[in-house]
């Protein structure tokens, strides 16, 4: 739920709920408008409104669902007064949740310019003051500073994971709120695998971290702690992509300054 009264959404436990209603022609509009951006969604969002409405995004990543996994594992249940970075924030959500949880501000930045539409059209349709545009770490300003960031699902997408950490770990004044892909089995913990070609049917994926190599490149990049929160999903054992890999897990770590 919202920690601050004021907002026009709260987060609900299957849902965001607004405390508003649709007219019949703004439902309509923003569902011919999630329709034309379908073919790209990766977040799945469900939005209520008071007259119980819904819209709902397509995709795979269930992010109400994903959220109470999170909090579980250490997301910041509040950040009251924070500046806040969402790095690769694909369609805003977890920059949504920040702002309701008391953010001072929010900026959302990601490289792929449908999902920076797809965040400012929820953003119309939820009313929170929240900033997005297209880039990465390197769009930032170098005098850009954030308390805290929120780096989800993107270390395992970099060719030069530790360039990312550095440049990240120099614009973050209290912590950062890491999720990536991460090695299952223990004995492979302090290693990392890297992938040369497709890993789930994407070519974008180049390693797969065990998660005492992800705390040793935190620190190495300027992070004072680095703790492993635990894994948010694994596969059932045996579970294999579509190159015949075995599947790995999803992985948590609060890193601080």
Request: hydrophobic share 40%.
């Amino acid at each position: 739920m919202s920690l601050h009264g004021d907002t026009p959404v709260r987060i609900g436990t299957e849902s965001l709920i607004l405390k508003r209603s649709f007219s019949p022609d703004e439902l309509a509009r923003h569902q011919e408008r999630i329709a034309e951006l379908a073919i790209h969604y990766y977040q799945r969002l469900a939005i209520d409104d008071a007259a119980g409405q819904r819209l709902e995004t397509p995709g795979s990543h269930l992010c109400v669902a994903s959220l109470a996994l999170f909090d579980r594992h250490g997301f910041p249940a509040d950040l009251g007064g924070k500046k806040v970075l969402d790095i690769g924030c694909n369609a805003g959500f977890y920059s949504f949740v920040a702002k309701l949880r008391g953010a001072a501000s929010v900026l959302g930045i990601d490289p792929q310019p449908h999902y920076v539409q797809q965040a400012l059209l929820l953003r119309e349709i939820l009313g929170l003051d929240v900033a997005f545009r297209t880039g990465d770490q390197d769009s930032l300003s170098s005098d850009e500073r954030f308390d805290v960031v929120l780096n989800t699902g993107v270390i395992y997408h970099l060719q030069n994971p530790m360039d990312f950490l550095t440049k990240v770990a120099r614009i973050t004044g209290e912590m950062m709120y890491l999720e990536s892909e991460v090695l299952t089995d223990p004995k492979y913990s302090e290693h990392a695998w890297f992938i040369e070609g497709p890993y789930g049917g994407d070519t974008s994926n180049w390693w797969v971290y065990g998660p005492q190599c992800v705390e040793r490149m935190v620190r190495a990049a300027g992070f004072r702690e680095a703790k492993f929160q635990g894994f948010v999903w694994q596969p059932p054992p045996g579970t294999r992509t579509p190159e015949g890999f075995l599947r790995q897990g999803r992985g948590v770590f609060v890193c601080r300054k």
